[in-house]
């Protein structure tokens, strides 16, 4: 068996201080880096975290990194902001995302619009949405986690802005719904259950997922028992970045579903989310 190539990363790029730093995406038109903060409910431009009680909670946050200059500017939310895409606007983007409830539009100066609501109203106490991405024609896909204690699954959600319909497109059961992405014919579409540890693949066909069947089963390639598959990226030659929650690295694997390169990273220990810029 080949040694996977490894790249060490020793010191970060930017020091935020994040709480629950998630979801991060680049804007190429304007070089901004928006990513959030869950924990904290900012949005800074996403993981996996317990809604705590009203009284105990804070602000949420969206970061807005300036790649050029590294300013950084944050938009400070009520509830969380869990993942982001970029959606036409004009002559540019604005940003698109899940909240807790669902799928918004973030409107700037702290406000977001609900676009669809589709948890039960007895589970949103209980559960919330967590990663999500968009497809080539803006379908946004995003999971929900799930609470073992209420019997209430994690699921996968599409959202159609075309008819703004929103539809389970997997009912699962899975546990908390994590990194997702499509191939570059966007003929294969991955998806994560995290505490599984798997990473599913599914036939796509312009919206329509079949055949889910597992992509990566981390712990049965050898990887640490307490780490978790986290978000994901898929590059330009169809390669799938994956992060390891509590694994202080990122895992490269091939079409094949072999480990073809390992970024680590000493000074993280839970890695939440990756992408690209430039």
């Given at each position: 068996?080949t040694?996977?190539?490894?790249?060490?990363?020793?010191?970060?790029?930017?020091r935020?201080?994040c709480?629950?730093?998630e979801?991060p995406?680049?804007?190429?038109?304007?070089?901004?880096?928006?990513?959030?903060?869950?924990?904290?409910?900012?949005v800074?431009?996403?993981?996996?975290?317990?809604?705590?009680?009203?009284?105990?909670?804070?602000?949420?946050?969206?970061y807005?990194?300036?790649?050029?200059?590294?300013?950084?500017?944050?938009?400070?939310?009520?509830?969380?902001?869990?993942?982001?895409?970029?959606?036409e606007?004009?002559?540019?983007?604005?940003?698109?995302?899940?909240?807790?409830?669902?799928?918004?539009?973030?409107?700037?100066?702290?406000?977001?619009e609900?676009?669809?609501?589709p948890?039960?109203?007895?589970?949103?106490?209980?559960?919330?949405?967590?990663?999500?991405?968009?497809?080539?024609?803006?379908?946004?896909?995003?999971?929900?986690?799930?609470?073992?204690?209420?019997?209430?699954p994690g699921?996968?959600?599409?959202?159609?802005?075309?008819?703004?319909?929103?539809?389970?497109a997997?009912?699962?059961?899975?546990?908390?719904?994590?990194?997702?992405?499509?191939?570059?014919d966007?003929?294969?579409?991955?998806?994560?259950?995290?505490?599984?540890?798997?990473?599913?693949?599914?036939?796509?066909?312009?919206?329509?997922?079949?055949?889910?069947?597992?992509?990566?089963?981390?712990?049965?390639?050898?990887l640490p028992e307490n780490s978790?598959?986290?978000?994901?990226?898929?590059?330009?030659?169809g390669?799938?970045?994956?992060?390891?929650?509590?694994?202080?690295?990122?895992?490269?694997?091939?079409?094949?579903?072999?480990?073809?390169?390992?970024?680590?990273?000493?000074?993280?220990y839970?890695?939440?989310?990756?992408?690209?810029?430039?």
């Amino acid at each position: 068996m080949t040694t996977p190539e490894e790249i060490v990363v020793e010191r970060p790029w930017l020091r935020v201080g994040c709480t629950l730093g998630e979801g991060p995406i680049y804007d190429p038109t304007t070089s901004i880096l928006h990513f959030v903060d869950i924990s904290e409910k900012r949005v800074m431009l996403l993981i996996v975290t317990t809604l705590r009680s009203p009284s105990q909670r804070e602000k949420y946050k969206v970061y807005h990194v300036d790649t050029k200059s590294l300013e950084v500017k944050f938009e400070q939310f009520e509830e969380p902001v869990t993942c982001l895409s970029l959606c036409e606007k004009g002559s540019g983007f604005q940003l698109a995302g899940t909240a807790a409830q669902g799928f918004v539009h973030l409107l700037g100066n702290s406000e977001l619009e609900y676009i669809s609501k589709p948890l039960p109203e007895d589970e949103t106490p209980h559960t919330r949405f967590n990663d999500g991405a968009c497809d080539s024609k803006g379908r946004f896909f995003a999971g929900s986690l799930y609470s073992p204690n209420h019997g209430i699954p994690g699921r996968l959600y599409r959202y159609d802005p075309l008819d703004k319909t929103c539809t389970i497109a997997d009912p699962g059961p899975f546990t908390d719904s994590n990194g997702l992405g499509w191939s570059p014919d966007e003929k294969t579409f991955y998806f994560t259950d995290s505490l599984k540890n798997i990473i599913y693949a599914y036939d796509y066909d312009d919206g329509k997922l079949s055949n889910r069947r597992i992509f990566v089963d981390a712990i049965a390639l050898g990887l640490p028992e307490n780490s978790f598959c986290d978000g994901l990226c898929v590059d330009r030659e169809g390669f799938i970045w994956s992060c390891r929650w509590g694994g202080s690295q990122i895992v490269r694997f091939a079409k094949d579903g072999t480990i073809d390169l390992v970024v680590r990273f000493p000074t993280a220990y839970s890695v939440t989310a990756c992408c690209f810029g430039g």
